[in-house]
């Protein structure tokens, strides 16, 4: 069992920055971020494979999000920079104890973070 703990949302302006961590209680195969909006489905925004760091982000945030990695401190981290109101959502932590799997799909992630809110006002 692996318990996810996330900090950081707040609400802020657009253009502004925020970042969000998650820590784990034991690292695994990847972890990832997803967001899910009111009425719309949760998405995948961007993950990184624990052993080499490698990372995949959603189009609409590339260059302006960056997902890293503590591995000492068993946590991720997602910098959010020029945001927008469209990336309101809660924002959700997830990991993955697959050897191969689809960053973007849901089904692919065993472990889930409680959300912590995101608010991009115009």
């Known amino acids: 069992q692996v318990q996810l703990v996330e900090s950081g949302g707040g609400s802020v302006q657009a253009g502004g920055s925020l970042r969000l961590s998650c820590t784990a209680s034991?690292?695994?195969?990847?972890m990832s971020w997803f967001r899910q909006a009111p009425g719309k489905e949760r998405e995948f925004v961007a993950g990184?494979?624990?052993?080499?760091?490698?990372?995949y982000y959603l189009d609409s945030v590339k260059g302006r999000f960056t997902i890293s990695l503590d591995n000492a401190k068993r946590t991720v981290y997602l910098q959010m920079n020029s945001l927008k109101p469209e990336d309101t959502a809660v924002y959700y932590c997830?990991?993955?104890?697959?050897?191969?799997?689809?960053?973007?799909?849901?089904?692919?992630?065993?472990?889930w973070g409680q959300g912590t809110q995101v608010t991009v006002s115009s």
């Open positions: 990184i494979y624990i052993r080499d760091v490698s990372s």
């Open positions: 997830a990991a993955s104890t697959q050897t191969v799997y689809t960053w973007t799909r849901v089904s692919s992630y065993a472990y």
């Open positions: 034991a690292l695994s195969t990847g």
